[in-house]
């Protein structure tokens, strides 16, 4: 089967319009990162390139090579924010594959030893709590 098309009209491209809110940890000329409104464990944020693709099956090359990097200093920063034992970081192409957001990204999370991940799109978290998650994040860049 054929890669679906990039749709711009998706939660992830209405961000980078500035069309809705987030909360931001990062951005630069080709990326942006912000926190995930529902959090499988305290800290948890999405990596996103400002080109649009589906997914990393359509995503151009030369946008991961310039995405990876940040994806490493925001997994770096995030462990520290957190004083997390490790990272775990996430990308799901297509639906099988859990995708629900169909605008290329990668999940940080900070993992704790003894602590169990909460579920993919499971509770939303209060604003007030991303916004102060987001500041300790940034402050660890
Ligand atoms: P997935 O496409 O399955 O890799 O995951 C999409 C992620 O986006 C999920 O973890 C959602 O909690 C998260 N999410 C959905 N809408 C928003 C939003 N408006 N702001 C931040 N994160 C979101």
């Known amino acids: 089967m054929s890669v679906q098309a990039y749709d711009e009209n998706n939660i992830f491209g209405k961000i980078l319009k500035g069309e809705i809110p987030c909360h931001k940890v990062y951005e630069d000329e080709h990326t942006l990162a912000f926190m995930d409104v529902m959090p499988q464990a305290p800290g948890h944020l999405l990596v996103i390139p400002k080109t649009g693709s589906r997914n990393l099956l359509d995503a151009d090359p030369a946008v991961l090579a310039r995405l990876i990097p940040v994806v490493q200093k925001l997994a770096v920063a995030a462990k520290e924010a957190f004083e997390a034992d490790g990272v775990f970081i996430a990308q799901f192409n297509e639906p099988a594959a ?29 604003h007030a709590v991303l916004a102060e998650h987001a500041r300790k994040v940034r402050d660890a860049l």
């Open 98 to 126: 859990g995708q629900t957001v169909f605008h290329l990204h990668f999940h940080v999370i900070p993992r704790r030893e003894g602590e169990p991940l909460k579920p993919h799109t499971g509770k939303m978290e209060d």
